[in-house]
């Protein structure tokens, strides 16, 4: 539940669900923002401009020409979730490919963990994997967790341009880059799956917060053959 | 549809589409965009009789050369700019802002670029002709979503316009005061106690400086290092617009309406929103100075910002 609400600056709600990382706590994020996206589709609550769930926060933007942070403070303690379960169990399967030339740090890992490209291949597929938030850049999803065994710390200077596609490594989660982007997570391979589709106005986002992700590993030739 | 369109023989330095911004899409990591200095951008909308709420172009430091094609129209521009308007029969005169021109078949518009400010806006009466994208027409480069494909615009495209034929109402003319002061305020932001007693005087008393690392974004100030005496890493978690990050450099980040959606950096403040116009404004070399206010008095603050908007908005009413 609810730790504390506070304002961040003058026109969002701050609301802080404890200070881990987990999917107990993940899943309360996501009820609430479910609830309160539920109640500006049905048009009971007035001026919310966004909501931004992530790991243990949600953030509540609003435009303070129309409420204010005390009102929606307010309608979020009253908001009571019973059962902190999540319906939307979508599982979603992403193909990988993990030839050197798109897993761009197996060196690096390979030495931080002690492990062989192999090892760490089996443990990062043999997995389920959950979707905490959405963010960052269009479309990227934060997943995890990742095997204890394979946990490593970002780069020390991150990349200008991670390729489109690139699956990404750090600490407990992983991520997808969905478009060129700067970053300094360890790539271990890259989808040929489109994750952000911003022609697709209705769902342009494969992957949402709440969702259960799986990888599975192709050859080159199969990535390339994809989209065919 | 009209054949009427601006021609761009100069795009300038990062010229794009701008409204009021694309709301409801930060779960899914997409930002608000929007015009960045919203109330010369209402006011231009004002000034040709356009909803506030229309489409404008938004350009920066140097603005774009435009020659308009198969039509006559209004337009005017806002911020603090310099341009001309270059008549069809060569002849060029000065343009002043807050006033709506006319401009005819073949003549041209020379936004030279921004004096003292980064952003000006430029409206059409009528409108331009464009394709909405989640209710809003901003170009959104980084995820290449909106109008022009998503993408500032270059030498040789066009920017069509709805109104082909457009008589002179009348003239209307807004006296604009563009009151620079260079203090921000601020609200303590969620993570302010992660820095040191020194750090904290220092944020809150010394000055600092717009560095060249500035954009739709974010700005990156320059002067003394802020010492973080908890972590330099959150847990990743939502940004909004006005939020100032420290990341382990120091050195703080003021978030304009481009930034990412999530990020990890420690948040030592929040520009409140009264004066989120002013910031985006602010050019390299600025010096500028925080100064903290309760929620109270921002919320009185962003009232007076607003009465203020609306008084220039109902000059001519």
Known sequence: MIKNISNLGDAAVYCDFGSEVNETINAYVINYFNHLTNLIKD????????????????IISFDLTITTFSKLKEVVQNINIEKNILKNNH???IPVCCDDEYGLDFARLSKKLNLSKKEILKLYFDKEYFCYMTGFIAGMPFLGNINKKIRCERLETPRVKVPEGSVGITEQFSNIYTFESPGGWNIIGNTPKKIFQK??????ALIKPGNKVYFYEITKNEYLRFND | MTNTYFEILRPGINTTIQDAGRNHLYHLGITVSGAIDQRNYKLVNNLVNNKLNDATVEFAYQGPLLKLNNGNINFAITGDVFFNVIRDNSKIEEGKCYQNYNLKDGEQIDIISTKKSAYGYLAVSGGFVL???????????????GPNNGKKYSINEKIFIKEANLKNDKNKKINYKNSFNNVVRI?????FDYFSNHAKNIFLNEEYSVSRLVDRMGMRLDGPNLENIVNTNIKSEGLIRGVIQVPADGKPIILLSDHGTIGGYPKIATVISADLDKVAQFTPGTKIKFKEVSLAEAEKLFKDYTDETNKYLNEHN
């Open chain 1, 91 to 93: 599982k979603i399967e």
């Open chain 2, 131 to 145: 394709e909405e994208t989640w209710k809003s027409f901003s170009i959104n480069t980084k995820a290449q979503i």
């Open chain 1, 199 to 204: 022609l697709n106005l209705q769902d342009p």
């Open chain 1, 43 to 58: 048009k009971k609550i007035q001026g919310i401009n966004n909501l931004t769930p992530s790991y243990n926060k949600l």
């Open chain 2, 187 to 191: 609200i303590k932001g969620t993570n």
